[in-house]
């Protein structure tokens, strides 16, 4: 379990919340699309850049993931999966086009932004950013210029994905509203509890964002043995988006504009090359499966997992799709990645106990 933050952390969690907040109310306002999740990214990493300390205590990031993974859960029907038997054809896809995306992404970075081969590599990978860093680490590669581009491909991703579904005709605005059944305190407090709980084992197992996964298995189990109706009121479902936003946004925390300048163009191009492929895949994944192309875009987009999963089910995409492709996406490129670096194997370096992008 986490140990209880100290009194910075927590000041600087609750300043972080009430930018958050701010932010959430601002796009909700401007009727920006996902306004709980785009408003509070956006503001938090304008505060972050600007020399704010923005933080957000892991207690209060795990209860946030449970309550998430609960709420995509309730989503699961007994018909949510009668087409899981064509999804290899998506994992197929979703191999190649991650492929594609490392070995374009890393010729326009060495090409166009002089990285050096290793750390073009390592900036180039579309996702499990725990794992890369680890890496760049490891091998000596520019951890700087890695983790800008990174953060600028979470960041990027959370705010476009919401538009491109809006242009498609899926406004997410109502994210985070619940339908008119809504869980009682008491079925939702046991939801929470049995996620947790398997969040810990799945976390023993280096599961990546276990306690999203955890809340999401047991919530999905009840609601398609139909032993607990109902979504997860938006009272609660509301906050544990606006502490996503957070999250996504105080990942710039500590980072100056001097090295974000630097590596802000390598960021925006790679972000393009990986949005751009993603999309292309997608496109001939959604006619021979029948899904609708935002909700494959959701599932394939190169974001961060619990981002990308959220924004599928609200949505309204099968949750048990678009986990799936994002969980594989890691899988691949576990392998993947070390494999372009000249053979490394995944066990020779430090695996985190949490990886969620």
Not at 15 to 27: E, M, P, Y
Not at 161 to 167: D, G, I, Y
Not at 220 to 238: K, R, W, Y
Not at 320 to 334: D, E, K, Q
């Amino acid at each position: 379990m986490n140990a209880l933050p100290d009194i910075s952390t927590l000041r600087a969690t609750l300043i972080t919340l009430a930018i958050s907040a701010i932010g959430a109310a601002l796009a909700w306002l401007l009727s920006i699309p996902a306004p709980v999740l785009t408003g509070p990214a956006t503001l938090v990493s304008l505060a972050s850049l600007a020399g704010l300390r923005t933080e957000i205590a892991p207690a209060v990031r795990e209860v946030c993931f449970v309550v998430l993974g609960v709420g995509i859960g309730a989503g699961f029907t007994r018909s949510a999966g009668s087409a899981i038997l064509t999804w290899p054809l998506a994992f197929v896809a979703l191999g190649l086009g991650l492929a594609a995306t490392m070995l374009i992404c890393r010729f326009v970075l060495e090409r166009g932004f002089g990285f050096d081969r290793r750390t073009a590599l390592l900036a180039s990978a579309p996702g499990h950013m725990s794992f890369v860093m680890s890496l760049a680490a490891d091998t000596r590669a520019d951890v700087g210029r890695v983790a800008v581009v990174q953060s600028i491909r979470l960041l990027a991703l959370t705010l476009l994905v919401p538009f491109a579904a809006l242009a498609m005709g899926f406004p997410a605005i109502h994210i985070g509203i619940a339908p008119e059944l809504t869980l009682t305190p008491l079925p939702f407090l046991l939801l929470v509890a049995g996620g947790g709980a398997l969040g810990l084992v799945l976390r023993r197992f280096r599961t990546p964002a276990p306690t999203l996964l955890g809340g999401m298995i047991v919530s999905g189990l009840t609601h398609v043995t139909e032993l607990v109706p109902g979504a997860v009121p938006s009272v609660v479902l509301v906050p544990a988006f606006v502490v996503l936003g957070a999250l996504i946004g105080s990942r710039f925390s500590g980072m100056s504009l001097t090295t974000l300048k630097l590596s802000l163009g390598a960021g925006v191009a790679a972000t393009l090359v990986a949005a751009i492929i993603a999309a292309l895949t997608a496109v001939p994944v959604a006619a021979a499966l029948g899904f609708p192309l935002a909700h494959v875009l959701a599932a394939f987009s190169p974001g961060g997992l619990e981002t990308m999963i959220a924004l599928g089910a609200a949505l309204g995409a099968n949750p048990g799709f678009v986990t799936a492709c994002h969980v594989m996406r890691l899988l691949i490129l576990s392998v993947m990645v070390p494999f372009f670096l000249g053979g490394r194997q995944p066990s020779e370096v430090p695996q985190p106990d949490q990886e969620r992008h």
